[in-house]
């Protein structure tokens, strides 16, 4: 059985700690939604969908050929986002939750993470560095009632945190899992903002 795996791409917040929105940065020439767009194995996934408050990340999302979702309420919380997205997949066994700013997720990663997932798909599946969880992760389809009841900004690990025995790990890199909250963070990855 071919099981079915979708990928939510969180695109929807405010960046406030940034002071703008955060996901236009530039970083070795292309935004950070470029780069976490470009880190998606596409043909690994049966759909991905982009969830979003802003115009132009909704326009690229389209130019991947990725599902738009148009974010109305960012202010909600990121568990309006999950909602939106959860939405927009539809029939899937699994989905994979993937943030978008870390510059130096490779696609590698996320494609060893949706064939580990596949090996296990009973379980939750994260990329992980010295053992301790980062992001994406890989929820079955059976977590998705939970994901949906979620409220304000209680993401995905809320969830986790009840079944950490279904919690499995694929280790990579640090640097992979480092996301940029603040224009320093981007710098301390080799990065200047070039936007």
Request: negative net charge.
């Amino acid at each position: 059985m071919v099981l079915k795996t979708g990928c939510v791409v969180m695109a929807a917040g405010n960046a406030r700690r940034f002071g703008e929105n955060k996901l236009a940065a530039r970083a070795g020439g292309r935004s950070l939604i470029r780069r976490a767009l470009e880190a998606i194995p596409g043909e690994a996934l049966e759909q991905v969908a982009v969830v979003t408050q802003y115009p132009e990340i909704l326009k690229l999302a389209e130019a991947f050929r990725f599902s738009a979702v148009r974010n109305e309420h960012p202010d909600w919380g990121i568990s309006h986002t999950i909602r939106l997205g959860l939405e927009a997949l539809g029939d899937c066994d699994g989905a994979m939750f993937l943030v978008s700013d870390q510059p130096l997720l490779r696609r590698e990663s996320v494609r060893a993470l949706a064939d580990l997932w596949r090996a296990h798909p009973d379980r939750i599946a994260a990329l992980a560095h010295g053992g301790v969880r980062g992001n994406p992760c890989i929820f079955p389809a059976r977590f998705f009632p939970e994901l949906l009841e979620l409220r304000e900004d209680h993401g995905g690990n809320t969830v986790i945190r009840r079944h950490e025995e279904s919690l499995i790990l694929l280790e990579v890199p640090a640097e992979e899992l480092t996301d940029v909250d603040t224009p320093e963070a981007l710098h301390r990855l080799g990065f200047k903002n070039e936007a």
